[in-house]
């Protein structure tokens, strides 16, 4: 670490909780320029540092959990018997994963990243993965074909929130497919991608990939992105990032490694933020239409009644809650 960042570290520490530290005081302090405060308080970021940097107040720590590590995650995980790396930055988790999988990396091999560059999200999406955030694929070889993904979506939702809740006390629901939501904004994602023999449709290697905000300021995501994200430690509570991780690597293996639906669809269903309510279906190609979100099946899709009469099954696709009293989407013209 450079010197000037390790004093910086060092300064903000020394801070009373809460406090904030001027971008002019922490330069008279250190005895360089604004500039270079500025410059590595952004180095102490990318390592992981939970920095918050607040117009016209300053700089403050907003934890004192040390920033993911191999060796603290290797440690937190006890015999872990796959290849696990951390990386400060990747492209992207799942990428480096896939890349690990066609080389034969074993099932339960996991990559994380402090943040990531070209994070990808469902139907190439991009994903903004700033720091502040975890971001965790992990390698899965079940038995079994690639209808199977989105059971697995579904497990690795119940894996999440079930981390979520041991390591940092918070419940979070589950909008169908993949969000992972707090109080109504999304705070988290999942993408499953895999490849299967084209002869036999058998899978080949999953990678289930989570995207968590634990304290990502607002600032950090885009203007679009802001108003509907979360983060799971928008405040100073210290973060327990490695336990996290860990439960979640744990979590995963148990629930994804032979998936058992009758182990996770119970309480992916119970976590749903979308059953029993009328939405909007927004599929991939077409007009967005109304439905009421009936059930989730046996093999994780959804259930619409629409208005008309009838009902649907969606096995992909995008939903969203209508609140009260806002109107229906246009029907589709046909
Ligand atoms: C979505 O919300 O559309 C899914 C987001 C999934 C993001 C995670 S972050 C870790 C992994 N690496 C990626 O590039 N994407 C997934």
Request: overall charge positive; some cysteine; hydrophobic content about 40%.
């Amino acid at each position: 670490m450079s010197d000037t960042r390790s004093k910086l570290l060092a300064l903000l520490r020394s801070q009373p909780a809460g406090g904030f530290l001027s971008g002019q005081q922490a330069a008279e302090a250190l005895g360089v320029s604004r500039a270079a405060v500025c410059k590595a308080a952004a180095g102490l970021r990318r390592q992981g540092y939970q920095i918050q940097a607040v117009t016209r107040r300053g700089y403050r720590l907003a934890s004192e959990d040390a920033p993911l590590t191999r060796d603290g995650l290797l440690a937190a995980l006890e015999h872990w018997q796959a290849p696990v790396e951390v990386w400060p930055s990747l492209p992207s988790t799942n990428l480096r994963a896939r890349q690990l999988a066609l080389d034969g990396a074993p099932a339960g091999t996991v990559v994380a990243a402090l943040c990531q560059t070209q994070g990808r999200g469902r139907f190439g999406r991009v994903f903004e993965s700033p720091p502040g955030g975890l971001y965790l694929s992990m390698v899965l070889r079940p038995e079994g074909s690639i209808a199977q993904a989105l059971t697995l979506t579904a497990a690795a939702a119940v894996a999440v929130c079930r981390a979520v809740e041991e390591c940092c006390g918070v419940s979070l629901s589950v909008k169908w497919v993949n969000d992972l939501v707090l109080d109504g904004k999304k705070c988290g994602g999942i993408l499953t991608e895999g490849a299967a023999a084209l002869e036999s449709g058998r899978l080949e290697y999953l990678i289930v990939g989570i995207g968590l905000n634990l304290c990502t300021l607002p600032e950090d995501f885009s203007p679009a992105v802001r108003p509907v994200a979360a983060s799971l430690y928008p405040g100073l509570a210290p973060l327990p990032v490695h336990q996290l991780a860990a439960s979640l690597c744990r979590q995963l293996a148990r629930l994804c490694f032979d998936p058992q639906p009758e182990q996770f669809l119970p309480e992916y269903r119970r976590r749903s933020c979308v059953l029993g309510h009328h939405i909007t279906v927004h599929p991939p190609a077409g007009q967005p239409y109304a439905a009421f979100a009936q059930a989730i099946d046996d093999q994780g899709r959804l259930v619409v009644r629409l208005p008309a009469g009838g009902v649907q099954t969606l096995q992909w696709g995008e939903v969203s809650v209508r609140s009260a009293g806002s109107p229906p989407p246009e029907p589709a013209s046909i």
